[in-house]
C-alpha cells in the first residue's frame, strides 16, 4: 500500500495556481480538487457510489462527530472509516477544532465560517469567556471541555486525544487540533489564541508520530495537517504559516514502528489547513499571507470553503484542497447551482418545466430527471428530492474544481474564470 | 411495443399455485411477483437503479396521490409517469378507491389494509354515512366527493374521471374505479356497495375501451383490472367474482383507433384485483372463494398484502401479483426482515454487531454494510439509514416471491413454504 505523498505537477506562469497530486493509501486526490464532506460517515442522502459517480474523489468526515456517535473505539473495532461507511477511496478527518469553536464562542450567533457581517456591533471585541450567551465549549491551555449536543455529557479533548480519535478512525489525512477563532475577537485574544494553537499544533504533531512508531499499520492515517490561524490579523498569519512550516519533531518514516524517539530524523506537517471564520472580504487576503509562506512542496487545504467564487480565489492563491457542506446542504434544501448562479427549484416555474437542470450537465440527475420531477418531489417530501438536488450540486462543484485543474495545465484558467463568472450570478 | 398478455406457464398439481407470465408495453412481469409501491412517483428513498436492483420487475403507483399531486395532466404532459420518474418497466396505478375508503369511513379509526381486532365493538355495523367521526370523503351513487389531505380543496371522482386520471398517467396496468368497504360493515351495506361497485366497474371498462378506441398510442394503459370486493361475505365475494369475469362492453382490439362502438367483439377485463380490508383470518378464505371462481387465463393481484405469511397464502391460491408498502415502511422505520422473523435495527444488541444483515443475503446492503453501520445511522437520523433498510426489505420479499415462483416450477412451493416458515417467526 502507497504511503503519504504529494507532488506539484504544473504551476502557473505570472502566478500561484498550481495542479498537484496527493498520494495516499487509499488512493490519489488530482488537485486542486473538492472533497464533499461525510460529517458522520455519510455524505447526506447519497451512497457511496453516488458520491464517486458525482466525480468526488475522497470525502472528509468530522471528528467531533463520530467521537461523540458512535464513537472512534467503535469505528476502530469496526475496521477503521473506510471499511464502516463503505468508501474505499481516500478519507481526511478534520481535528473536532472548528465545531469547538461553533459550540463555543460562536455559539448561539450568526458567525460561521463565512461571515457576511461586517456590523461594528458584532465587531466589537468578545472574549471566548464572556458568559453573555450560553456555551457548550470552555477552551482551557491544555484542551477544550465541552458539552455532548447529543446527550449533555461532558467530554475533554486535548490534541493528544484528537490525535488519538482520529487514528481510531484511521483517515489517510488527519488535522492538528487547532483553536478557530472568531473574526470578532482582538489582536490580544488572536494572540493568545494562536500561540495555544501552536502548542498544540506540536503536540499532536509528536502524537501522532508516537502512535506512528508504536503501532504503525497500513489502517493508520498516513500524514498529519498543521492549521494554520491567525483571524484575520496580517502578522499573525504570517507567523502561523511560518512557525508550522518550520515545526518538526524527532519522528522516523512511516511503518518503522517500535523506534520512537531513537530515530534523529526530525519531521514536520505533511501539509496545512487555512482555517478559521472569515469575513467574505478578508479571506483571499488571509489566503495570500498564509500561501506566500507555506512551502511549495506540502498541499494546503482551505478548510469548509465551497462557494464557486471562493473556490476560484484559492486555486489562483495556491489551494489544493477545499471541502465544504455547501453542495450537499443546499441541495437537500432545493437549491441548486446553474452555470447561471443558484436558482431555488420549488419555484414556480420550474413546476412544468420538463428540461434537465442543466442541458449540458452531464450528471446522473440532469441526464434522467426534470426541473419539473425534481421540484414535484420537493413540495411531495419526498426522500429522493435531496438525493437528486445533492448529486447534480455535488457533480456540479466537483467538477468547477476538475475544470480548474486542467486550465493550469494548458494555461487558460484566467480565462476560464472570466467565462465562469460573467454568466454566474452570485448569491 | 408489445401490448398486454398473459400465459400460465406452469401450475402446480393439487393445488392453484400458478407461475406465468405478464407482457405489457414496458416488459414482462414473471409471476407470482411482488411489486413495491411508489405512491407518489418515486419508492419512497429509492432510485430507480435500486429498486431494480433490489430485483422489481415493476412497480405500482398511487392515482389518489399523483392526482392531487402534482396532477395527473402534468404527469401527461411530461411524457407520461414511466418518463417522470424515470422507471423504463412496467408501472401499475392503482383506481384510488382504497384512499377514498381509508379517507372516508376508515378515517381516524384503526382499520387499514388488514384488520388484526376482532373486537366486537369496532364490529358493530357502521354506515358509510355515520357522522361521529370527521371524514374526508363521501360516496354517491355517481361518484366519490372527498377533501384534499393536502389543501383541503375539494373534488369529485367518478369511474370516468378515475380511467381518465390514470390514462393520463399512463401506467401499463390499471384498475376499475372500486368501493372499498370496512369489515365492520353489516351485510346489507356490504351489497349495496358492492352493486355501486359493480356499476362503477362497468362504467370503467366502458370509458377505458373508448378512450383506447379514441386515442389509441402506446403511451395509454394496454390493460384495465376490475376489482373484486364484497367484505368478508361469501356469496358477495362470489357474486363479485362471477360478475367481473363475465362483465363485458362492446369494443376493439387495442389499437385499432376511431372505431369505438363500431365493433361487435365484446371484451371484458384484463385481469382481476382481489380488494379489501380484511380480518387477518379472514384474508385466506375469501381469496380461496374469488380464485375458484376468476378465470384461470386472467392474472389476478390481491391489493396491499405483503407480509410473508399471507404471500405464501396468496401464492398457494393461486395469486400472480402483491403490491404493499410494507417493505418500504419498514424499512424507513427500522424494521427489517430475516429469515428468522423482523428485527428492529436500533436494538442494542446489534451496536456492535459488524456482521450484515443476513450473511446468506446478496442484497447491495448485505454485500457491503454491518448491522452497526445501519444501526448507527438510524440513531444519527442519517438519510441513507432508510435507504439501506429498504434496499434490504425489497430484495427480502422481492425475492421471497422469487423463489416461490421457481418452486413451482420444481414442485417443492409446499416444502420451501415450511422450511421458511419453521425458522420465521410471524410478528
Not at 222 to 242: D, T
Not at 268 to 286: L, N, P, Q, R, Y
Not at 287 to 304: C, F, Q, S, T, Y
Not at 330 to 359: C, M, Q, V, W, Y
Amino acid at each position: 500500500m502507497k504511503s503519504f505523498s504529494f507532488s506539484v505537477e504544473k504551476k502557473i506562469k505570472d502566478g500561484k495556481a498550481r495542479a498537484g497530486k496527493i498520494q495516499t493509501p487509499h488512493g490519489d486526490i488530482m488537485t486542486p480538487a473538492f472533497i464533499p464532506v461525510a460529517t458522520k460517515a455519510t455524505v447526506k442522502s447519497l451512497l457511496p457510489e453516488e458520491v464517486k459517480r458525482a466525480g468526488a474523489q475522497a470525502v472528509l468526515a468530522n471528528t467531533y462527530h463520530l467521537y461523540l456517535q458512535p464513537g472512534d473505539e467503535l469505528v476502530k473495532e469496526a475496521g477503521g472509516l473506510h471499511k464502516f461507511m463503505n468508501w474505499g477511496g481516500p478519507i481526511i478527518t478534520d481535528s473536532g477544532g472548528f465545531q469547538v469553536f461553533s459550540l463555543g464562542v460562536a455559539y448561539g450567533k450568526e458567525i460561521s465560517k463565512i461571515t457576511k457581517t461586517t456590523d461594528p456591533n458584532l465587531l466589537i471585541p468578545e472574549r471566548a469567556d464572556d458568559e453573555r450567551l450560553p456555551k457548550l465549549a470552555k477552551i482551557g491551555a491544555d484542551g477544550v471541555s465541552f458539552k455532548s449536543h447529543l446527550d449533555g455529557s461532558t467530554h475533554y479533548i486535548t490534541p493528544e486525544k484528537s490525535i488519538e480519535i482520529q487514528h481510531n478512525l484511521g483517515a489517510d489525512i488527519i488535522f492538528a487540533f487547532d483553536e478557530c477563532t472568531s473574526p470578532t475577537e482582538n489582536d490580544l485574544y488572536q494572540e493568545e489564541a494562536l500561540n495555544r494553537t501552536h502548542r498544540w499544533a506540536k503536540r499532536s504533531l509528536e502524537h501522532h508520530k508516537k502512535l506512528l512508531s508504536e503501532f504503525a499499520s497500513v489502517s493508520r492515517p498516513s500524514a498529519l495537517f498543521g492549521i494554520v490561524q491567525g483571524g484575520r490579523n496580517e502578522a499573525l498569519r504570517k507567523k502561523s504559516a511560518k512557525i508550522l512550516s518550520e515545526m518538526t519533531v524527532q519522528g522516523n518514516a512511516p511503518h518503522e514502528a517500535g523506534s520512537y524517539g531513537k530515530s534523529l530524523v526530525r519531521t514536520g506537517f505533511d501539509g496545512f489547513g487555512i482555517g478559521g471564520s472569515f469575513a467574505k472580504e478578508d479571506m483571499s487576503t488571509v489566503v495570500k499571507w498564509v500561501n506566500d509562506i507555506l512551502p511549495e512542496d506540502k498541499p494546503r487545504h482551505l478548510l469548509g470553503i465551497g462557494e464557486p467564487e471562493d473556490l476560484f480565489m484559492g486555486v489562483e492563491n495556491g489551494v489544493d484542497l477545499f471541502d465544504c457542506v455547501l453542495p450537499t446542504r443546499l441541495g437537500r434544501n432545493g437549491t441548486i447551482f446553474t452555470k447561471k448562479g443558484k436558482i431555488h427549484i420549488t419555484n414556480a416555474k420550474f413546476t412544468k418545466d420538463f428540461s434537465p437542470i442543466e442541458d449540458s450537465c452531464s450528471c446522473y440527475t440532469c441526464s434522467l430527471y426534470s426541473k419539473a420531477y425534481i421540484s414535484y418531489l420537493f413540495k411531495a417530501n419526498e426522500m429522493i428530492a435531496g438525493t437528486l438536488a445533492t448529486i447534480h450540486n455535488l457533480h456540479f462543484i466537483v467538477h468547477l474544481v476538475e475544470d480548474m485543474r486542467r486550465s493550469i495545465f494548458d494555461g487558460s484558467l484566467e480565462l476560464m474564470k472570466k467565462k465562469f463568472l460573467k454568466s454566474y450570478i452570485i448569491s
